[in-house]
């Protein structure tokens, strides 16, 4: 089993920057990939951002590019997502996810989920 938890959450206004933090436990992580989902209300579950662990391989939804990084710290077993220039529409909860073998980039591929963690944008 792997456990996930979030942190770094909370309200900005536009433009503004966060980083969340994904501290993970429970087994050895050198064929998990990691990642960041998002759910807005009333909206599905969708991809944010990935990284492979042992691999400095990075994945993001066009909607992040160029604004939103992902990286991790192998010897903190941590996740990070930096987020800059936010926008109202990135108000989500923010999940941290984790795959065996790779990076999942559809919800249904996901093996661990973290708790979520609010991340609001005000315009």
């Known amino acids: 089993q792997v456990q996930l938890v979030e942190s770094g959450g909370g309200l900005v206004q536009a433009g503004g920057s966060l980083r969340l933090s994904c501290a993970a436990s429970?087994?050895?992580?050198?064929?998990?990939?990691m990642g960041w989902f998002r759910q807005a209300p009333g909206k599905e579950r969708e991809f944010v951002g990935g990284?492979?662990?042992?691999?400095?391989?990075?994945y993001y939804a066009d909607s992040v590019k160029g604004r939103f990084t992902v990286s991790r710290d192998n010897a903190k077993n941590t996740v990070y997502l930096q987020m800059n220039n936010l926008k109202p529409e990135d108000t989500a909860v923010y999940y941290c996810?984790?795959?065996?073998?790779?990076?999942?980039?559809?919800?249904?591929?996901?093996?661990?989920w973290g708790q979520g963690t609010q991340v609001t944008v005000s315009s």
């Open positions: 429970g087994r050895t992580f050198n064929h998990l990939g």
């Open positions: 990284i492979r662990w042992t691999v400095s391989n990075t």
């Open positions: 996810a984790a795959r065996s073998g790779g990076v999942a980039t559809t919800q249904y591929d996901v093996d661990y």
